[in-house]
């Protein structure tokens, strides 16, 4: 089940949310899998009861805010003894932030199709990533079940909701997300908890949800016995509003997995994270020199030609 591009365009600019099936073929999710478990336990590594495995999620989180050493209250995060509809520390574990030590992982971050309708549906080319981190759940873990809620945490006034000022939130879902293994239960703008009915955002790998900070949603418990869900958080913004954020790259760019990433990218691609595209009266002739010394193998052509 593909979805057509432009009914889901419509679809998140009037019900505030969709899912674009299939946006992301199967096989470059496939292979970019391959490398998450040297970032998670196998499922069928955790749910075996290795200890060696449970470690691992235990202390896969690099968002620092959830370590489990933390208390949750410290957090405004319920205790675990919490129970139904809460907002608990451990639903937050296993946050893996980009940049990854796996390079096709960074790529899927930006994928060409990702973008491209993120571009569509905002309306303009010249927006920013601002989300990018990997989620993952296992059955088990701790109960998931969340209140309904609007996302509240990725800006500092409150939001403009309308073209040329909306962000588009999302998850790709890198694992098949189905009943039992989570799928985040939505209601489209202007439905309200209690007494509207929510949808399903189920959705096989490859699958882009959508969703704007106007529209109530959350997460639900993984029941599934051995069941797990992966996704990457992938949000974008419109290029210069510093008051929408959650992740920063920046703390990361001397370290190597950016650096291989970043020589791969094109000047559009890092313009995503705000480097500043050929043609900015940022460049001279040093700095491009300093570009190709600080990231090998990087194409610095098109910065050259905009010099001359
Ligand atoms: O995990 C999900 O399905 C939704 C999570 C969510 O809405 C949240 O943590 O704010």
Same mark, same amino acid.
Request: proline share 6%; with cysteine; charged share 25%.
């Given at each position: 089940? %593909?979805?057509?591009?432009?009914?889901?365009?419509?679809?998140?600019?009037?019900? /505030?949310?969709?899912?674009?099936? +299939? &946006?992301?073929?199967?096989?470059?999710?496939?292979?970019?899998?391959? =490398?998450?478990?040297?970032?998670?336990?196998?499922?069928?590594?955790?749910?075996? @009861? +290795?200890?060696?495995?449970?470690?691992?999620?235990?202390?896969?989180?690099?968002?620092?805010?959830?370590?489990? %050493?933390?208390?949750?209250?410290?957090?405004?995060?319920?205790?675990?003894?919490?129970?139904?509809?809460?907002?608990?520390?451990?639903?937050?574990?296993?946050?893996?932030?980009?940049?990854?030590?796996?390079?096709?992982?960074?790529?899927?971050?930006?994928?060409?199709?990702?973008?491209?309708?993120?571009?569509?549906? $905002?309306? %303009? =080319? +010249?927006?920013?990533?601002?989300?990018?981190?990997?989620?993952?759940?296992?059955? @088990?873990?701790?109960?998931?079940?969340?209140?309904?809620?609007?996302?509240?945490?990725?800006?500092?006034?409150?939001?403009?909701?309308?073209? /040329?000022?909306?962000? $588009?939130?999302?998850?790709?879902?890198?694992?098949?997300? #189905? +009943? /039992?293994?989570?799928?985040?239960?939505?209601?489209?703008?202007?439905?309200?908890?209690?007494?509207?009915?929510?949808?399903?955002?189920?959705?096989?790998?490859?699958?882009?949800?959508?969703?704007?900070? *106007?529209?109530?949603?959350?997460?639900?418990?993984?029941?599934?016995?051995?069941?797990?869900?992966?996704? $990457?958080?992938?949000?974008?913004?419109?290029?210069?509003?510093?008051?929408?954020?959650?992740?920063?790259?920046?703390?990361?760019?001397?370290?190597?997995?950016?650096?291989?990433?970043?020589?791969?990218?094109?000047?559009? =691609?890092?313009?995503?994270? @705000?480097?500043?595209?050929?043609?900015?009266?940022?460049?001279? %002739? #040093?700095?491009?020199?300093? &570009? #190709?010394?600080?990231?090998? /193998?990087? *194409?610095?052509?098109?910065?050259? =030609?905009? &010099?001359?």
């Amino acid at each position: 089940m %593909s979805t057509d591009i432009e009914v889901a365009v419509e679809e998140w600019r009037t019900q /505030g949310w969709t899912v674009v099936h +299939d &946006l992301v073929p199967t096989e470059e999710i496939d292979a970019a899998v391959e =490398e998450l478990w040297g970032h998670f336990p196998h499922p069928s590594d955790y749910h075996s @009861g +290795d200890p060696k495995a449970i470690a691992h999620f235990e202390t896969a989180s690099t968002d620092e805010r959830y370590q489990p %050493s933390r208390q949750g209250s410290a957090h405004g995060l319920n205790e675990e003894d919490a129970v139904g509809s809460e907002f608990r520390l451990r639903q937050f574990l296993g946050h893996v932030l980009f940049p990854y030590d796996s390079h096709l992982l960074n790529r899927l971050q930006i994928h060409p199709r990702v973008v491209d309708f993120a571009q569509r549906a $905002m309306g %303009s =080319e +010249d927006i920013r990533l601002y989300q990018a981190r990997i989620w993952g759940k296992y059955t @088990g873990v701790t109960d998931y079940e969340q209140p309904f809620h609007q996302d509240r945490n990725h800006t500092i006034v409150p939001d403009r909701i309308e073209p /040329g000022w909306w962000n $588009m939130l999302g998850f790709l879902y890198l694992s098949d997300v #189905e +009943d /039992g293994v989570g799928p985040t239960e939505i209601l489209s703008v202007g439905d309200s908890p209690p007494g509207a009915q929510p949808q399903s955002a189920a959705g096989r790998r490859g699958s882009y949800l959508v969703y704007r900070t *106007d529209v109530w949603h959350r997460g639900v418990n993984l029941t599934r016995e051995g069941g797990s869900r992966f996704l $990457m958080n992938i949000a974008f913004k419109h290029a210069h509003q510093e008051w929408i954020g959650f992740d920063s790259f920046q703390q990361n760019a001397n370290r190597g997995p950016w650096s291989k990433f970043a020589a791969s990218c094109t000047p559009e =691609e890092l313009a995503l994270f @705000g480097a500043p595209k050929p043609g900015h009266p940022f460049w001279t %002739s #040093e700095l491009v020199d300093a &570009l #190709e010394d600080r990231y090998h /193998g990087i *194409d610095s052509a098109p910065w050259r =030609e905009a &010099l001359k």
